[in-house]
């Protein structure tokens, strides 16, 4: 048990903090990488509803998510160095009903994107509740459930390890890579309210992975009646 526990102390230290300081994110972004790590633990399923070039459109099934309060910060490694004591406390079992969870992935970062580069963003981090355990999802103090029906995503993968300076530049690339299509439509509508359109990092591997790296920016939006997929 110790040495599981172990485990999840070193997945989620390479999440929510930066060795990556070690390794720059390698790789030109795009898609079609299944990340290996959902082939050892589990990860929220999904459809693949269009390809493009350099991005992917998903629809998520309904999903349970256990997330931080707003953390401001103007670093999204920083802000995952603030929650990672919380998520791990709770899958470890400080939560209501005195549980322990297995470990998911991947950790995701929503990211509210500040008016300037040197103001504060505002990111929540979450963790993946299992299927399992999603009916009796347990609360915890400083912690809220999130709870997710069927949502579509825009989604660019990039590799490495996340550095703050560059998941703004894979977002935008991202946006980029839709711009004119039905999809950006569908963005800037579920968008129209940001200051700035909000965006989640997803990542999946544990610290000691230099190689076959997965991350993903992830942009949500809601389908219209008439769009066609």
């Not at 390794?23 to 990488?33: A, D, H, P």
């Not at 082939?39 to 399923?45: D, G, K, Y």
């Not at 998520?60 to 160095?81: C, E, F, K």
């Not at 990672?84 to 991947?106: R, S």
Request: hydrophobic share 40%; net charge negative.
């Amino acid at each position: 048990m110790a040495a599981l526990d172990l485990f999840k102390l070193s997945f989620l230290v390479s999440l929510l903090s930066s060795s990556s300081n070690l390794l720059k994110s390698g790789g030109s972004g795009g898609v079609g990488v299944f990340p290996p790590t959902c082939n050892r633990i589990e990860c929220p399923s999904y459809d693949v509803i269009h390809s493009g070039d350099g991005f992917e459109i998903r629809r998520y099934n309904s999903s349970v998510w256990i997330s931080t309060q707003p953390i401001d910060d103007i670093s999204l490694v920083d802000a995952g160095r603030t929650a990672f004591f919380q998520l791990f406390d709770y899958i470890q079992g400080k939560n209501n009903n005195h549980q322990k969870i297995e470990m998911t992935a991947p950790v995701i970062t929503q990211v509210k994107p500040s008016d300037g580069p040197f103001c504060s963003s505002s990111f929540v981090v979450s963790f993946y509740v299992p299927k399992q355990n999603q009916a009796t999802a347990p609360s915890a103090k400083g912690l809220h459930l999130q709870r997710w029906g069927p949502t579509y995503v825009a989604v660019r993968q990039f590799s490495g390890f996340v550095m703050d300076d560059e998941v703004g530049e894979e977002a935008a690339a991202l946006y980029a890579s839709i711009a004119g299509t039905v999809w950006s439509d569908a963005i800037d509508k579920s968008h129209a309210g940001d200051a700035a359109t909000e965006y989640i990092v997803a990542q999946y591997n544990s610290p000691f992975e230099f190689k076959n790296r997965v991350n993903e920016i992830w942009l949500t939006f809601d389908v219209e009646d008439g769009l066609v997929i």
